[in-house]
């Protein structure tokens, strides 16, 4: 079960969370920030800016759990991971895109 599935239409948004056990809270962060995810006693927390317009509400939670599917808040050396969020945050931009590319062919 990943976000391609969703895409897809074959699970819901919402199966999609369950199964990732995750929640998604709306926010007001700083502008530029426009979500971001953390694990807390095996749950994944998503924040979303709750300033951001419809489309780009639904872009950010889809790379939020981009991070999720690639293991990224799994890293051991959390100080490491400091120093690689570009790599991190690329990866997942990537991942997405493709995912999305790939249901559009579907």
Do not use: W
């Amino acid at each position: 079960m990943n976000i391609y599935n969703m895409l897809n239409g074959e699970i819901s948004f919402n199966d999609l969370l369950n199964y990732y056990n995750a929640n998604i809270t709306y926010i007001n962060l700083s502008n530029g920030i426009n979500g971001f995810v953390f694990r807390y006693k095996n749950i994944y927390n998503i924040f979303i800016n709750n300033k951001l317009p419809y489309k780009k509400i639904k872009q950010t939670i889809l790379h939020e759990l981009a991070h999720i599917e690639l293991h990224q808040l799994d890293q051991i050396d959390k100080d490491l991971f400091a120093f690689q969020i570009q790599k991190y945050e690329d990866e997942a931009d990537a991942y997405l895109k493709l995912l999305l590319k790939m249901s559009e062919n579907d």
